[in-house]
């Protein structure tokens, strides 16, 4: 990633539930090494999310500069959620800047939009 400082990462399609673990996982492995409290967000890593997961944790963990909508549109399958913006939106327990980022900045920073 210092070589390639513009280099994005985007892990699209999955649930964002996993990161803690990894998280915690790679600080244990760091063996001393003082680690960002938010690394992912350093390294221009991005995951999707679905509006089920459990964000607030998740963006404790990992920053609230990595996490994006997972919608899964145009997939004729169980994992589509189509009013996923508008869930997300309406869910109550997210501070209304993680909101913003999860729905706009941090797909727009990813895309390079």
Same mark, same amino acid.
């Given at each position: 990633?210092?070589?390639?400082?513009?280099?994005?990462?985007?892990?699209?399609?999955?649930?964002?539930?996993?990161?803690?673990?990894?998280?915690?996982?790679?600080?244990?492995?760091?063996? &001393?090494?003082?680690?960002?409290?938010?690394?992912?967000?350093?390294?221009?890593?991005?995951?999707?999310?679905?509006?089920?997961?459990?964000?607030?944790?998740?963006?404790?963990?990992? &920053?609230?500069?990595?996490?994006?909508?997972?919608?899964?549109?145009?997939?004729?399958?169980?994992?589509?959620?189509?009013?996923?913006?508008?869930?997300?939106?309406?869910?109550?327990?997210?501070?209304?800047?993680?909101?913003?980022?999860?729905?706009?900045?941090?797909?727009?920073?990813?895309? &390079?939009?």
């Amino acid at each position: 990633m210092q070589r390639h400082s513009r280099l994005r990462i985007g892990f699209i399609e999955a649930s964002g539930s996993w990161l803690p673990w990894v998280i915690n996982d790679i600080r244990r492995r760091a063996e &001393g090494r003082k680690l960002p409290e938010h690394f992912l967000e350093e390294l221009q890593i991005f995951v999707t999310c679905y509006t089920s997961d459990d964000i607030e944790y998740i963006t404790r963990q990992a &920053g609230a500069g990595v996490l994006m909508i997972g919608t899964d549109y145009g997939h004729q399958d169980m994992s589509v959620e189509l009013d996923a913006l508008r869930t997300l939106g309406e869910r109550g327990d997210l501070e209304p800047v993680v909101a913003q980022k999860i729905l706009d900045e941090n797909p727009r920073a990813l895309y &390079g939009l």
